[in-house]
């Protein structure tokens, strides 16, 4: 069975520290485009950073540029997202997703449509 696992979402302090991690079950992460995305109570879902597992390139939206990291693990079949100085508006559900086939695009990463494969999501709260 073909399964996204998104895992490391907690309960943080502002300006603490906290990483996701995306895992694949059923296929492997080479030659894909793998994202995070968050959704915030009553937003609407916001594509985060992509990262082409082929060659490591990374793309990240202006609201986390310069806090997260993403990265990928081809042999542990994994891409992560390490979140530094969280604030209260970082609280959401993160999502990971993939899409075979095709690099992350400056242009489309933060793009829902873009991705046919999605992990059920992991909470994310910081408190102040």
């Known amino acids: 069975e073909v399964q996204l696992q998104a895992s490391g979402g907690g309960m943080v302090q502002a300006r603490e520290s906290l990483r996701l991690s995306c895992a694949a079950s059923?296929?492997?992460?080479?030659?894909?485009?793998v994202a995070w995305f968050r959704q915030a109570p009553g937003k609407e879902r916001e594509g985060i950073s992509c990262?082409?597992?082929?060659?490591?390139?990374?793309y990240y939206a202006d609201s986390v540029k310069g806090r997260f990291t993403i990265s990928s693990d081809n042999a542990k079949n994994a891409v992560y997202l390490d979140m530094d100085s969280l604030s209260p508006e970082d609280t959401a559900v993160y999502y990971c997703?993939?899409?075979?086939?095709?690099?992350?695009?400056?242009?489309?990463?933060?793009?829902?449509?873009?991705?046919?494969?999605w992990g059920q999501g992991t909470l994310v709260t910081v408190s102040s």
């Open positions: 997703a993939a899409d075979y086939g095709r690099p992350c695009s400056v242009s489309y990463f933060y793009r829902v449509d873009r991705y046919d494969r």
């Open positions: 059923g296929f492997t992460f080479e030659q894909h485009a």
């Open positions: 990262i082409s597992t082929g060659d490591g390139t990374a």
